[in-house]
């Protein structure tokens, strides 16, 4: 039997005991040739059976299509924050990659931009880099390291910037296209910055990401109060 996600294919063959873990969707996997008995286990928020028998019964339970649901999932991660400034400036703030690289990485991170070309259809490459030692194997394309490379897809003026991107990653998951859309409305002394984040992967942990974005929003306005 196979499980597959995309190019990668889980083989359950003659081994003695198989194993994988399956980080993208919290799922750990073990199965037992000798005792024809497959653990499946997700995570706590995941309302779905801990154990199950596989072999005989596996139309009945179907969990070959749980765990194809579970490598599948994405979801949308959106934060916002009000910000004492006009939209002109929140703008020219995203679209300048020396004021983006300052205040972009998330608390305890630093970046670098490779590639920046804030036009539609225009290039970047970003890398973010954990600063922690405790953190040194954590990034998603290597070590401490994430680097994403991704595309412009629309500018309107002083109101929207989007964007699609994907990481450099072994993970195949973390290799496809995710949105980022960054909306700026005028509101009562200031501007109302919402980032919407589309179809992120599982395994991007939602409450990291949500604080990491939020965490982008804080330096933000730091950023802002100190440069008007």
Same mark, same amino acid.
């Given at each position: 039997?196979?499980?597959?996600?995309?190019?990668?294919?889980f083989?359950?063959?003659s081994?003695?005991a198989?194993?994988?873990?399956?980080?993208?969707s &919290?799922?750990?996997v073990c199965f037992?040739?000798?005792?024809?008995?497959?653990?499946?286990?997700?995570?706590e928020d995941?309302?779905?059976e801990q154990?199950?028998w596989f072999? &005989?019964?596996?139309?009945?339970?179907?969990?070959?299509d749980?765990?194809?649901?579970?490598?599948?999932?994405?979801?949308?991660?959106?934060?916002?924050?009000?910000?004492?400034?006009? @939209?002109?400036?929140?703008?020219?703030a995203i679209?300048n990659?020396?004021?983006?690289?300052?205040?972009l990485?998330?608390e305890?991170?630093?970046?670098?931009?490779?590639i920046?070309?804030?036009?539609e259809? &225009?290039e970047?490459?970003i890398?973010?880099?954990?600063?922690?030692?405790?953190y040194s194997?954590a990034?998603?394309?290597?070590?401490n390291?994430?680097?994403?490379?991704g595309t412009?897809?629309?500018?309107?003026?002083d109101?929207?910037?989007?964007?699609?991107?994907?990481f450099?990653?072994?993970?195949?998951?973390?290799?496809?296209?995710?949105?980022?859309?960054?909306n700026?409305?005028?509101? @009562?002394?200031?501007?109302?910055?919402?980032?919407?984040?589309?179809?992120?992967?599982?395994?991007i942990?939602?409450?990291a990401?949500i604080?990491?974005?939020?965490?982008?929003?804080?330096?933000l306005?730091a950023?802002?109060?100190r440069?008007?």
């Amino acid at each position: 039997m196979n499980i597959r996600k995309g190019s990668v294919t889980f083989n359950i063959e003659s081994h003695t005991a198989f194993c994988a873990v399956l980080k993208q969707s &919290g799922v750990a996997v073990c199965f037992n040739t000798n005792s024809k008995e497959l653990h499946v286990i997700l995570r706590e928020d995941k309302n779905i059976e801990q154990q199950v028998w596989f072999f &005989g019964v596996k139309e009945r339970l179907g969990m070959e299509d749980i765990l194809m649901n579970q490598l599948n999932e994405r979801r949308t991660d959106r934060v916002s924050k009000k910000i004492a400034a006009s @939209p002109s400036t929140i703008y020219q703030a995203i679209l300048n990659p020396d004021a983006l690289v300052s205040w972009l990485p998330p608390e305890g991170m630093r970046g670098e931009i490779e590639i920046y070309e804030p036009w539609e259809s &225009g290039e970047f490459q970003i890398s973010l880099t954990y600063l922690d030692p405790e953190y040194s194997q954590a990034g998603k394309t290597e070590g401490n390291k994430d680097v994403s490379q991704g595309t412009f897809t629309k500018l309107i003026k002083d109101k929207q910037v989007v964007t699609e991107a994907a990481f450099e990653s072994d993970d195949p998951t973390l290799r496809e296209t995710m949105g980022m859309t960054w909306n700026l409305e005028t509101v @009562p002394s200031g501007t109302k910055v919402e980032i919407v984040a589309e179809n992120v992967p599982s395994s991007i942990d939602e409450k990291a990401h949500i604080e990491g974005l939020s965490s982008s929003l804080t330096n933000l306005a730091a950023y802002i109060s100190r440069n008007q």
